[in-house]
C-alpha cells in the first residue's frame, strides 16, 4: 500500500507511518480554529480497543446495574415498615437505606454523606485525577452507553460522518429513526428507574405499566426522559464543557503531581510522519496519526497538554497503544502520569511518584475523620427521642391564686420497630401540677405508650404555685424505654411570668 | 443600512451602526433560545385553546378543558368533607365526656377545633386563646360562665350578650355614667375592690364603701367578691382582671360597666365544630 492510495472519509489520506493511516481529526478546542462566537462541532467518537477501553465497559456495566437492580432489592424490616431495601418514602417521611432508617430530623446523615464524597473526590482527584468523570459519572457513562447504540446502527467513526454529509435517503431516514427510537427506549428506562427509589418498586410498576401511578411518577419519568435523551444523545461533551462546574473546580484544585492521562512530550516530541526504515533517533515517538483525537469522546486532542475539557476516560491511551504496538515503539506514549514527571524526565531525573502530599494527607484525614464521626452517630444512635416546644402563645398563663402555668408541646419518638410503652417523667421544678392532655396527671411518671416508628404529641401543662414561681426557671423531661434500656433527656426553659 | 457588512475578526455580519470607529455587531440569537422562543408561542396557542384566556364582555373563552380554579377548589372541600363525614358524624353523636376519652376522636376534635378557632375565635381572644382587654383569657382558670366542658359549649353556642334568644346575659351597671353613684363613691368603691383582692388601699376609703359595696354590687359579685357565675360576674378576690387591675382600670370599669359581646356560634358553625372548639378550648388547659 503506497502512501498515497489510502482513501480515508473519500479523501486521499496521509500515512502517518507503514500501516498507519493519519486520522483528519482535529481537536474541536484547538487554539488555532477558536473564535468569539464557536458553535458546536460535531463529534463522532471512533471505538477505541484496550485495557481502558474494557475497564470502561466494565464500570459501565457496573454503575448501570447499581442504578436498575438496587430499587428491586428487599430487605426484610417486619410488619411496620416497607421492605425495600433502598426507599426515599416522601409520603411518610422517611429514608430506608438497607439496615439504616433515617427521619427527617436525621437530614444531617445525609449531610455527612454528601460530605464524605465531596471529600472522596477531592482525594481521588488529587491522587488519580478525574476517576469519577471517566467512569462515573452519569452524564459521561449514558453518553458512552448512546455512542455505543450510534455505533451499532450507524458503524465507528467514517461511516457516521459520511452519514452526516449524506443526503437524506431512505436507508439514512431508517437508521437515524432507530438510533433516536433506542435512545428514547433506553432514556425510558432510565427515567422510569429513578421513580422505583420512591416507590415499592414492583407495585408502581405495576401501576405504571396499568395506567394507575400518580401523576407525580409519570411527569418525572417524562422529565428524566427527556433530560437523558437530551443531555446524553445530543448534547454529550457540552454539558461537561459548558454546564458542569466540576471541570472548573477540578482545574483549580489539580496540581502537577496528580495523575492524569498525560501525553509524555518529552518522549514524543519532535512528532512527525514515519517512513518504514527510516531511523527514530532524534525524532519522537509521535507519528501524528491523530488516532487519540478520533477516539477522543470530548473531541479533544491529549497533546495540547493538560485541558479542561480531558475527562481521563484513557481511551486515547487505548488508541495510541495500538499505534505504538504495530509501528513496533514502547507503548504508554499516552499513559496516566504527571506532569512532573514530564518535567522530571526533561530534566534527565528518573520519574517518580508522589501519592503522599500535603493535599492528600489532608483530604484523607478529612475523609477519614467524617467517615469516624459518621459511623460513630450511626452505631451509637438512639431509637428513642424527646422534642419540647415551648408554647409562645402566651407564654406563660397566670391563675388566679397567683400560680403561673407553662404549656410544652412534647414529640416523642419511637424509631424501633416494635410498639413500646415509654415513661415520662419530669425533674428539676417543685411543681404543684403536672398535667398531660388526655393522659391526666404525672404524679411521679406516666406511661405513655408509642406505636413503631411513630410520633406521639403530647401537651404538658406545668404549674407551679406562687412561693416557688422565683427559683422555678427550668425543668427537664425524662423520656425512658419501660425496661430503662434506653433514655432521653430534653430540658426546657420555664417563665414565672411578667415581674418576677 | 443599504450594504452587508462583515466584521474581519469575528465573522460576524454587523448592524452597520458605528460610534468613533466601533461597530456593533449583529450576533445571531442562538439557535436553542429562539427554539425555546416559538416553542412558548406554540405553547401559548395551545393554551388559549386548552384553558380559559380571553376577556370578553361578560364572560371569557373557556376553553376546551372548561377548566375553573374555583370549581376544582369546591370540589376538593366538597371531598375533604365526605372525607371527614365518618368522624364528623361520630363527633356529633358523641358526648363531650367521651370525647375526652377516646384518644382517637380526641385528636380529631382537637384538630378541628383548633382550625375552627383559627378561623373564627382568634380576632377577640388572640391566636392563643390568651385574650386581651375586655376579652377573657382562654388558658387560665378562671371562668365567667363556668369551665366544664359543656359550659364552654354551652357559652360558644349562644354567645354572651348575643342577638340569640338563649344567650348568657348580664349587664354590669355604667354607676358613674349613667349617674346612679357618685364620683367620690366610686372612688371608695374603686379602693374597696383593691382592698378585695388583697392589696393596700385607704382603710377610710374601704370602711365608707363598705355599705356601699352590699347595696349596689353584692347582688351579682357576692357579699365577699367571689362573683357568681349564674350572672356571669368576675370573682374580685383574685388575680385575674378582664378590664385591669389598677386603680384606674377598676375605677374606669365601675364607672362605665363595660361589658364585650360574644356572638352566638349556632347556625354559623355546626353542633359538631362547636363541640370540637369547647373541646379545643378547655384543653389549652384551664378546663375544670
Known sequence: ?500 | MSEKEVDEVSGTQTTGHEWDGIKELDTPMPRWWLGILYATIVWAIGYWIVYPAWPGISSYSHGVLNHSQRDEVTANVAALKAARAGREQELAKASLADIQKDPDLLQFAMAEGKAAFGDNCVPCHGSGGQGARGYPNLNDDVWLWGGKLTDIEHTIDVGVRSTSADTRQSQMPAFGRDGVLKPEQIDDLAAYVVHLSGRPADPRAVRRATPLFSDNCAGCHGAAGKGDRKFGAPNLTDNEWEYGSAYEDIHDQIWNGHGGVMPTWAGRLSPAEIKALAVYVHNLGGGE
Open chain 1, 1 to 500: 500500500m503506497s502512501v498515497h492510495t489510502v482513501i480515508e472519509n473519500g479523501q486521499r489520506a496521509r500515512m502517518a507511518a507503514d500501516g498507519v493511516a493519519r486520522s483528519d481529526a482535529v481537536a474541536t478546542n484547538s487554539a488555532a480554529n477558536r473564535k468569539l462566537f464557536k458553535s458546536r462541532v460535531p463529534i463522532h467518537p471512533k471505538e477505541a480497543q484496550g485495557q481502558y477501553r474494557s475497564f470502561k465497559w466494565a464500570m459501565m456495566a457496573f454503575t448501570l446495574t447499581i442504578y436498575y437492580v438496587t430499587p428491586w432489592l428487599r430487605w426484610d424490616r417486619g410488619v411496620t415498615a416497607p421492605n425495600q431495601a433502598v426507599l426515599v418514602d416522601l409520603a411518610h417521611e422517611r429514608f430506608y437505606f438497607f439496615f439504616i432508617e433515617i427521619w427527617p430530623q436525621e437530614v444531617y446523615y445525609i449531610t455527612g454523606l454528601l460530605i464524605l464524597s465531596a471529600v472522596a473526590l477531592f482525594l481521588v482527584n488529587a491522587l488519580f485525577g478525574r476517576l469519577w468523570c471517566g467512569y462515573s459519572c452519569p452524564q459521561t457513562v449514558w453518553t458512552d452507553l448512546f455512542i455505543w447504540v450510534e455505533t451499532k446502527i450507524e458503524g465507528d467513526r467514517n461511516a457516521r460522518i459520511r452519514l452526516a454529509a449524506a443526503p437524506w435517503t431512505a436507508g439514512k431516514v431508517l437508521k437515524r429513526v432507530s438510533k433516536h427510537s433506542i435512545w428514547l427506549i433506553f432514556a425510558v428506562a432510565t427515567g422510569g428507574a429513578w421513580v422505583f427509589y420512591y416507590n415499592d418498586a414492583p407495585t408502581l410498576l405495576h401501576q405504571l405499566l396499568t395506567g394507575t401511578a400518580g401523576l407525580g411518577n409519570y411527569a418525572a419519568v417524562a422529565g428524566l426522559t427527556f433530560t437523558t435523551y437530551a443531555l446524553g444523545g445530543l448534547m454529550r461533551e457540552q454539558v461537561c464543557t459548558y454546564m458542569c462546574p466540576w471541570p472548573r473546580i477540578q482545574a483549580a484544585m489539580t496540581d502537577i503531581e496528580a495523575l492524569s492521562v498525560t501525553y509524555r512530550r518529552d518522549r514524543g516530541e519532535p512528532r512527525g510522519a514515519h517512513k518504514k526504515g527510516d531511523s527514530w533517533e532524534g525524532r519522537g515517538s509521535c507519528i501524528d496519526c491523530n488516532q487519540c483525537v478520533a477516539v477522543c469522546p470530548m473531541g479533544i486532542d491529549i497533546r495540547d497538554g493538560a485541558q479542561l475539557e480531558c475527562i481521563n476516560c484513557g481511551l486515547c491511551i487505548d488508541a495510541c497503544d495500538d499505534v505504538m504496538h504495530r509501528i513496533g515503539q514502547p507503548p504508554r506514549l499516552i499513559a496516566y502520569d504527571t506532569e512532573a514527571n514530564v518535567l522530571r524526565r526533561q530534566a534527565g531525573q528518573a520519574a517518580r511518584y508522589r501519592f503522599v502530599r500535603p493535599r492528600t494527607i489532608l483530604y484523607g484525614a478529612v475523609l477519614v475523620v467524617v467517615a469516624a464521626i459518621m459511623l460513630l452517630t450511626l452505631t451509637f444512635r438512639h431509637t428513642l427521642d424527646l422534642d419540647v416546644i415551648r408554647d409562645r402563645n402566651p407564654g406563660y398563663v397566670q391563675l388566679a391564686d397567683g400560680a403561673v402555668r407553662n404549656a410544652y408541646t412534647l414529640k416523642l419518638m419511637n424509631r424501633s420497630d416494635q410498639a413500646r410503652d415509654l415513661r415520662l417523667s419530669v425533674s428539676g421544678i417543685k411543681a404543684r401540677e403536672i398535667k398531660v392532655i388526655g393522659d391526666g396527671e404525672i404524679k411521679t411518671s406516666v406511661l405513655l405508650p408509642v406505636d413503631a416508628d411513630k410520633v406521639r404529641t403530647l401537651r404538658v401543662l406545668v404549674t407551679v404555685a406562687q412561693p416557688d414561681l422565683a427559683g422555678s426557671r427550668g425543668l427537664v423531661f425524662v423520656l425512658a424505654d419501660k425496661t430503662g434500656k434506653e433514655s432521653r433527656a430534653a430540658s426546657a426553659v420555664f417563665v414565672p411570668g411578667a415581674g418576677r
